[in-house]
């Protein structure tokens, strides 16, 4: 059973344009999210987190956005540019281990 | 070198040959991982090494057997594999007190005719 998804494999935005990428979990005892970036031939990069006690959390370009009531984190680029075009990984820590959802991939078209 | 490192990137073998996987991690961090990422799959754990004693193995298969001689390497001993175990094997390190925030290698791409 997957504890971490994320419903959609893909998405596409213009340039300058706002990404959404949502991320779903079932296990209320996550304490910590994370999300990372891809590109390919390249391993997972770490790109935000966001702990269970705060609801937004912002980095530049990127905020994490977490609704524990709705067990639901979201990732917010905006403007998009096309070097963000990657796989975007979210996770959630339960103990010393991460859980990882699917993947992603997003493609920002200029 | 820096980050983490992993040898090779790609690998093709027999499901009875012997090879093992390298992973290098120049961080000055204390715990490491291997993860397995099949298609259309999650990231999925394998085993996690905290200063260089296993502390979680993941239902893994006997056919993979892990390696931690010092904190700083990693090594992913593959026997008698199937086709299914073609997928991309990932290494990352962490500091053990932020085992949030791993630091990955690029993979090695494995294939099992």
């Known amino acids: 059973d997957q504890q971490v998804k994320q419903n959609s494999p893909s998405l596409s935005v213009q340039e300058g344009r706002i990404s959404i990428l949502n991320c779903d979990y079932t296990n209320s005892m996550f304490d910590y999210f994370l999300w990372y970036k891809k590109y390919p031939a390249e391993g997972p990069t770490f790109l935000i987190s966001?702990?269970?006690?705060?609801d937004k959390n912002e980095d530049g370009r990127f905020t994490v956005f977490l609704n524990k009531s709705a067990k639901h984190l979201s990732l917010h680029i905006v403007p998009s540019q096309p070097g963000d075009s990657a796989v975007y990984f979210c996770a959630a820590k339960e103990g010393g281990k991460l859980i990882f959802g699917q993947g992603t991939e997003l493609s920002v078209k200029p | 070198e820096t980050g983490v490192t992993q040898t090779p990137r790609h690998l093709v073998m027999g499901m009875t040959n012997k090879k093992s996987l390298k992973c290098e991690q120049h961080?000055?961090?204390?715990?490491m991982y291997w993860y397995k990422q099949s298609a259309k799959k999650p990231l999925e754990l394998m085993f996690v090494y905290s200063l260089e004693e296993r502390v979680e193995n993941n239902s893994v298969p006997s056919r993979f057997s892990p390696e931690c001689p010092n904190s700083s390497h990693l090594f992913l001993h593959l026997h008698t594999l199937q086709p299914e175990d073609s997928a991309l094997y990932l290494c990352?390190?962490?500091?053990?007190?932020?085992?949030?925030?791993?630091?990955f290698g690029p993979g090695t791409r494995l294939t099992v005719l």
């Open positions: 990352a390190s962490s500091s053990w007190t932020s085992a949030d925030t791993q630091y």
């Open positions: 961080l000055g961090h204390n715990a």
């Open positions: 966001i702990s269970s006690i705060k």
